[in-house]
């Protein structure tokens, strides 16, 4: 058994004004959701995208299962996407009955690729999803320009992303619809929640009946309909005030996060370097228009057994790491819901060769030192 590690993985922000905030929504004994802090969240996210609607929900996953209904998604229709990203992101349009055609990555971002994107729209094809991968983004004018010539709906899975920009326009501001996350691993969290950002205005009204169990209790209270209704399919999807009121606490210092955890990324880069340049490893790589948000930090090694000797190497000396997601085009539900488009060139490949390295706000420059050096000892004793 190796030792407890010193060097967690991740290690949630805590900023200090939370606990205030908790109590100000306790204060005024608001609890369930749709509040004041919600709304708050809410305006937050509107005037950095520069977007007509944006609605808290309880995860990501809600969001995306949102974005699911709103775009009509039906049995035999296609959704597009790459095969290395977290369940959510398919589950949401499976549960719609929809086909997940899997598209390959471009193996310097890890997101997937315009091209294989383009390759693999059919006739049913009823949108494209892109995931902005470690908060680096993805070809956005190019496969931008791929949903409009085509009529596609464009999705940003931006659970990693917020913050982060491409060609100086915010991730979350490109797609028909956005998701983004705030699980306790990302840049600002409060345990578990979520934002559906609303880019295209014909879905806001529909949005907000969805999110409020298909009724429409928002327009009731607003005093513009008469009844209280069921008018729609929807489901639970608000989280509770106590998650908004630490989330909004995180969003005051969400600049402040992000030049941390760049800072840090730029000190690993810098560390790690000389490495990649005797070709012992290959480091996270950024292409030049775009602005990452510091969401995590990897690198790629020779193959599986090699990754998988350094994460047990690791741990045995008190540093925790991590590789990242198993393909789901190889999973039993991925095989059953969807197929791969074209040929896996990269996606299992480079998926086997990558591990993260630990990466946070407070994360030390003594803490770094400690990684990289025991990144170095590995190399050494492997050489």
Request: aromatic share 10%.
């Amino acid at each position: 058994m190796g030792a407890t590690p010193t060097i967690p993985f991740n290690r949630p922000p805590l900023l200090g004004d939370e606990a205030g905030y908790i109590t100000q929504a306790l204060a005024k004994r608001e609890l369930s959701g749709g509040k004041s802090f919600s709304r708050k969240c809410e305006q937050w996210f509107e005037e950095k995208l520069n977007a007509p609607r944006a609605i808290i929900t309880p995860s990501c996953t809600a969001a995306l299962e949102m974005a699911a209904i709103l775009i009509d998604c039906q049995p035999g229709d296609e959704i597009i996407m790459p095969s290395f990203t977290f369940v959510s992101t398919a589950n949401a349009f499976a549960l719609r009955g929809a086909k997940i055609i899997f598209a390959d990555v471009d193996p310097a971002t890890m997101n997937v690729s315009a091209a294989s994107v383009a390759a693999a729209i059919t006739g049913k094809t009823k949108a494209i999803v892109v995931v902005h991968y470690g908060g680096v983004g993805c070809e956005m004018e190019e496969i931008g320009a791929l949903a409009k010539a085509r009529n596609l709906f464009l999705i940003e899975d931006a659970a990693q992303a917020i913050m982060a920009d491409y060609a100086d326009k915010p991730l979350g501001s490109f797609g028909h619809l956005s998701c983004f996350s705030f699980h306790e691993t990302k840049n600002v969290v409060c345990g578990e929640g979520g934002m559906l950002v609303i880019n295209a205005p014909q879905f806001v009204s529909r949005a907000e009946i969805i999110q409020e169990k298909g009724t429409n209790r928002k327009q009731f209270i607003a005093g513009l309909a008469d009844k209280y209704t069921w008018v729609d399919i929807g489901s639970s999807y608000l989280p509770g005030e106590m998650q908004a009121a630490y989330l909004y606490a995180q969003l005051g210092h969400a600049a402040e996060i992000t030049d941390a955890r760049m800072a840090a990324w730029h000190y690993y880069d810098a560390k790690i370097r000389p490495l990649a340049e005797k070709g012992l490893v290959e480091t996270q790589r950024v292409p030049q228009n775009r602005k990452p948000n510091g969401h995590l930090f990897y690198i790629k090694l020779k193959n599986r057994a090699q990754r998988d000797g350094f994460i047990l190497f690791a741990r045995e000396r008190g540093v925790q790491t991590a590789f990242h997601y198993i393909p789901l085009h190889s999973s039993p539900a991925g095989k059953k819901y969807g197929a791969f488009a074209g040929e896996d060139r990269y996606t299992t490949a480079d998926s086997e060769r990558l591990v993260r390295l630990p990466m946070f706000f407070d994360l030390t420059r003594a803490e770094q030192d400690k990684v990289v050096a025991v990144l170095d000892e590995f190399l050494k004793a492997t050489a």
